[in-house]
């Protein structure tokens, strides 16, 4: 167990609409990243954040957002979902820089 | 830009031989390197982390990688494969600005009885 939760586990939803996977970070982390696991694209990282800014953007949509919040938990919005967009979202922590992420267990999306 | 290849899709063993899973890794400065674990239906665990102190990193589980600059590699190794060992496996490498892991390809391991 690395400390890291996600919720939800599953989501089947259908094109069009809109969803929010949450995470929260381990005890005393304050960097949140998130990553996308798909077939075709593997592993990529989306978006870090370090003590609720921003810091930095990676493979990310438009149409996808998040935002980590004063208690450092952390919400991943994908919005205008595609079939496209079903895959595996994985959050992990750090305390930033060159440090070790630790992973969640992920939230599996699939798109109808 | 910093990448790492993963040498092999698939590696196929029987238990209680040796692993060898192969990765090279390409980056214009020293680099944070890593291998992660998925088990199946499961989120990546982490094996073990170089970080320039010593070539030789010792895992979890009996996984061990060396890191060799003139050869700009990072092969994970194991001396007596288990069962519990089939997983996918990803060599990682960290951006220098410490924001994002660039993961390869995975190679999935099997391991037979």
């Known amino acids: 167990d690395s400390g890291v939760t996600q919720t939800p586990k599953h989501l089947i939803t259908a094109t069009g609409q809109r969803v929010t996977l949450r995470c929260s970070p381990r005890?005393?982390?304050?960097?949140v990243y998130w990553y996308q696991q798909s077939l075709d694209q593997g592993l990529q990282f989306l978006i870090q954040?370090?003590?609720?800014?921003?810091?930095a953007k990676g493979n990310i949509l438009e149409r996808f957002s998040a935002q980590q919040f004063p208690d450092l938990h952390s919400e991943l919005n994908l919005s205008s979902l595609e079939l496209g967009d079903s895959a595996l979202y994985f959050c992990?922590?750090?305390?930033?820089?060159?440090?070790?992420?630790?992973f969640g267990p992920g939230t599996r999306l699939l798109v109808l | 830009a910093q990448s790492v290849t993963q040498l092999d899709s698939h590696v196929s063993v029987s238990e209680g031989t040796p692993v060898l899973l192969r990765c090279n890794y390409s980056?214009?400065?020293?680099?944070?390197l890593f291998w992660y674990v998925q088990h199946p239906n499961k989120g990546l665990q982490l094996l073990l982390k170089?970080?320039?102190?010593?070539?030789l990193v010792k895992g979890i589980n009996g996984f061990e990688a060396e890191f060799k600059k003139s050869e700009t590699s990072f092969h994970l190794t194991k001396p007596s494969a288990h069962m519990s060992d089939a997983a996918e496996y990803f060599c990682?490498?960290?951006?220098?600005?410490?924001?994002?892991?660039?993961f390869g390809k995975g190679t999935t391991l099997s391991v037979s009885s």
């Open positions: 992990a922590s750090g305390t930033g820089g060159q440090e070790t992420q630790y």
């Open positions: 005890s005393g982390d304050l960097s």
């Open positions: 954040y370090y003590n609720g800014e921003e810091r």
């Open positions: 980056s214009s400065y020293s680099p944070s």
């Open positions: 170089y970080t320039s102190a010593a070539t």
């Open positions: 990682v490498v960290i951006n220098q600005a410490g924001t994002a892991l660039i």
